[in-house]
């Protein structure tokens, strides 16, 4: 489980004064089940039991102990690398948690109170996720692997014909929106190329020229990309709104030239995302299924 899974997890706790609660807790914790010789009490599966049903987890005991052992051998694991969480970190997370919920950290505790679950619990929850992601970034991030090779051919791919040109160009701007359509048209009626381009704005008020430079087609929103496409150089898009008024775009360079780029970049993040997540799991499955659980 990754902090921002817990995070979008615990956001449900704010019913916690809605949920009926359960048993007593029992007098002495026996234990449950040995991880690697580490114990898990009964007293700490059915704490996570009540936490789990003020989150609407219906998961039952069976999912707490289940979480429980998975938080211990990520623990373990943390430690076994070096990694520590202090109680600063795990305060913090704490703390993150009831702005999310727009509550103080002592209303939080109330809330938790209130359900029959004790700060810590939720805190212990908080130490294993910070201590897994720490651990994933150390042992797992290096190990993902993207290949260049598959990224240019799934963007090349995904980029049309129109997407497949180079330009450099001027934003033309009539600044007062809708209501001054009727000028924008005839700006660009008239409009004879980027060399016109400020000459021709100095007969009209309250228009900006300003060279936006050098744009592939990928960069650019996909309704402009295709209009873009279908100019000459010379030729300038119809009037659209912007939040200061009517913009046109004037074309004063156009080549062909496929640019992946900046469709590489989105996949390499959905990618890497993909890879880091696939690699966390595979880790944690290993970890658990070499480790010595002893279920009492």
């Known amino acids: 489980m990754t902090f921002a899974d817990f995070r979008r997890a615990t956001a449900a706790l704010f019913i916690a004064l ?40 219906n ?13 211990a051998i990520q623990l373990q694991e943390a430690k076994r ?4 969480v202090s109680n600063a970190q795990v305060d913090s997370a704490f703390l993150q948690i009831a702005r999310n919920l ?15 679950v004790g700060a810590e619990t939720l805190q212990a929850r908080l130490r294993a996720a910070i201590a897994w992601n720490a651990v994933a970034e150390q042992a ?12 240019d051919q799934q963007a090349a791919q995904q980029v049309a014909d129109y997407q497949n040109f180079d330009y450099i160009l001027k934003e033309v701007t009539f600044i007062g929106g ?3 359509s009727g000028q924008a048209n005839s700006y660009r009626a008239n409009f004879a190329g980027c060399d016109s381009a400020v000459p021709l704005s100095l007969t009209f008020t309250d228009v900006a020229v300003v060279d936006v430079g050098r744009r592939h087609a990928t960069q ?23 939040e200061s008024g009517l913009s046109m775009l004037a074309v004063c360079e156009k080549v062909q030239a496929q640019d ?18 696939r690699e966390a799991k595979a880790y944690l499955d290993r970890l658990r299924a070499n480790a010595k659980i002893i279920r009492n």
Do not use: C, W
């Open 81 to 84: 690398l070096g990694i520590t």
């Open 260 to 277: 992946l780029t900046f469709v590489k970049g989105g996949l390499r993040e959905e990618a890497g995302a993909g890879a880091y997540e």
């Open 102 to 116: 727009n509550v103080s950290r002592d209303r939080l505790q109330e809330i938790l109170q209130q359900g029959g």
């Open 18 to 57: 809605t949920v009926a609660l359960g048993a007593a807790l029992p007098a002495q914790a026996a234990t449950v089940v040995t991880v690697n010789g580490e114990p898990i009490s009964d007293m700490q599966v059915a704490q996570r039991v009540r936490l789990f049903q003020m989150e609407g987890n």
């Open 178 to 180: 809708g209501g001054r």
């Open 140 to 151: 797992v991030m290096p190990q993902v692997q993207i290949s260049e090779l598959e990224l």
């Open 220 to 242: 650019l929103p996909d309704a402009i990309a295709r209009e873009l496409a279908g100019l000459n150089v010379g030729g300038i898009t119809k009037p659209r709104a912007v």
């Open 59 to 71: 998961s039952g005991r069976n999912g707490a102990l289940e979480q429980l052992i998975t938080e």
